[in-house]
């Protein structure tokens, strides 16, 4: 079975650029998160969705990030304008209905602001 | 913050000792669960601990939730170099909080 497909991979940009992370969840599953990791700051939840609805976007750092979730099977995060402290490792997860579910990271999005 | 604390930040043992990694938490919580991430790979779900006093086991590693679940630890008998990586606790309310990590290193 397929996991959380994450694209791009690796992504360099340069400041000032807008940035856009996809990610397919896993088939079936109701709950998308967006997490961000840093070595300084670790694995921080950004905004998670249920059913296509965000639920609760209290760790999106700025108004420079947005993030949406058009159906169940897509879902996007969006810098504009890109920060060097933007740099980090995105990953998008999902999971079966709250609570207490196990949630399936994809590969992540490594981003690099230059 | 969001996040749950969790010690040591960094751990290096020689293969073969062992290796434990505590998460604390000020609150009382409804459940844990634990996840490893491989260096340069992404955090992968170990186990879920519910119940107050619980200990599960894997193979080498021991799981264990505090009798007022506010902590919780992870025990690693006889590390070998396949067990590096850092892991993370995460409390479990409407969303998945994960805590600081700690990074474990294993010399052959």
């Known amino acids: 079975d397929a996991g959380v497909i994450q694209s791009p991979r690796h992504e360099v940009t340069e400041m000032g650029q807008e940035v856009t992370l996809r990610c397919k969840p896993i088939s079936g599953h109701d709950y998308l998160f967006w997490y961000r990791q840093t070595m300084m700051r670790g694995l921080e939840l950004l905004i998670y969705f249920n059913n296509n609805v965000p639920i609760d976007d209290s760790g999106m750092p700025e108004d420079r990030f947005s993030a949406k979730m058009p159906n169940a099977s897509f879902s996007t995060l969006k810098i504009q304008p890109s920060e060097p402290r933007d740099s980090a490792v995105y990953f998008c997860?999902?999971?079966?209905?709250?609570?207490?579910?196990?949630?399936?990271f994809g590969e992540g999005s490594w981003l690099t602001v230059v | 913050g969001q996040q749950v604390m969790q010690i040591p930040q960094y751990q290096h043992v020689q293969e073969g000792e062992d290796f434990t990694t505590y998460c604390n938490s000020s609150t009382t919580l409804s459940n844990i669960q634990w996840y490893k991430q491989r260096p340069g790979g992404h955090p992968v779900f170990l186990i879920q601990l519910v119940k107050s006093g619980e200990v599960k086991k894997q193979k080498r590693l021991t799981f264990q939730f505090g009798e007022a679940k506010k902590n919780s630890s992870l025990h690693i008998t006889a590390t070998q170099t396949t067990d590096v990586g850092t892991y993370f606790c995460a409390k479990n309310t409407d969303k998945l909080i994960f805590g600081t990590g700690t990074r474990l290193q294993v010399f052959p």
């Open positions: 997860a999902s999971s079966f209905p709250r609570p207490g579910n196990t949630i399936y």
